[in-house]
């Protein structure tokens, strides 16, 4: 695949965050002067920012993994009852779906959706002008990525990875099947392996990104989850 290429076509939508991305620069830098300060905020604002104007199609998207887990007792109960006859055990899905009013591709519209936006983000966070040598509390360049020889740089990737695992794992659909919920634990730990390798080789910037936007989808999840527990409370209680 030439992901140069599809990078190409949201050449606009790079751009616009670019500018984007300078104009909070320049709002915070007109604050705190400090370069090493103001792009290292400035990332993190602009994360933010765009996770709050996502919401709406996080919100879907966690609602309907929340809904999906609510009903895992009756899911297996139907996958027991018609192990032998698949035709009709995935008819007996599908009523149950529609009859809860969830579906086993709501959570992924939403993140297809985002697609475009993370691809221009990965764009931009890696080429963002006027930031190599600047530095950013522990981060001696945010231009640059890890290196090896220097575990004080290690912090961030090993950072990256960790989020990235609590962050899946909080958004993942539970599963009564203990062969199936190991398969999707092994996923989990080698996706977080794999995301802590490619951020020794992301720069910096876009390692802080990535921190940022899994430290904000965790507590986010973590609220709605909380959120909607309260609200079946309730409707049980009435």
């Not at 992901?3 to 705190?32: G, M, P, Q, T």
């Not at 879907?60 to 929340?66: A, H, L, N, W």
């Not at 794992?169 to 634990?185: D, P, Y």
């Not at 020794?200 to 609220?223: D, E, H, M, P």
Request: proline fraction near 5%; glycine fraction near 6%.
């Amino acid at each position: 695949m030439n992901y140069s290429a599809v990078i190409f076509k949201f050449d606009w939508l790079n751009n616009a965050l670019i500018k984007f991305f300078e104009y909070i620069h320049n709002l915070v830098h007109s604050i705190i002067p400090n370069p090493n300060l103001s792009y290292g905020l400035a990332i993190i604002i602009v994360t933010i920012i765009i996770r709050l104007l996502l919401f709406p199609l996080n919100y879907k998207q966690i609602r309907s993994t929340v809904k999906m887990n609510e009903i895992q007792p009756e899911m297996k109960k139907v996958q027991e009852r018609y192990k032998n006859d698949p035709q009709r055990q995935q008819q007996e899905m599908m009523k149950l779906y529609k009859k809860h009013g969830v579906s086993p591709l709501g959570g992924c519209l939403p993140i297809l959706l985002q697609w475009p936006i993370l691809i221009a983000l990965y764009a931009v966070f890696m080429n963002l002008p006027g930031i190599d040598g600047v530095k950013f509390l522990w981060i001696n360049n945010l231009a640059a990525s890890a290196s090896m020889s220097d575990p004080a740089t290690w912090i961030l990737p090993v950072v990256s990875g960790a989020t990235t695992y609590f962050s899946t794992v909080l958004m993942g659909t539970k599963s009564g099947n203990n062969a199936q919920a190991k398969q999707m634990g092994t996923m989990n730990i080698g996706m977080s392996i794999f995301i802590t390798w490619m951020s020794f080789r992301f720069t910096s910037a876009l390692v802080l990104y990535w921190v940022t936007n899994n430290l904000f989808q965790i507590g986010q999840t973590l609220l709605m989850k909380n959120m909607e527990a309260k609200k079946v409370l309730k409707e049980e209680l009435e």
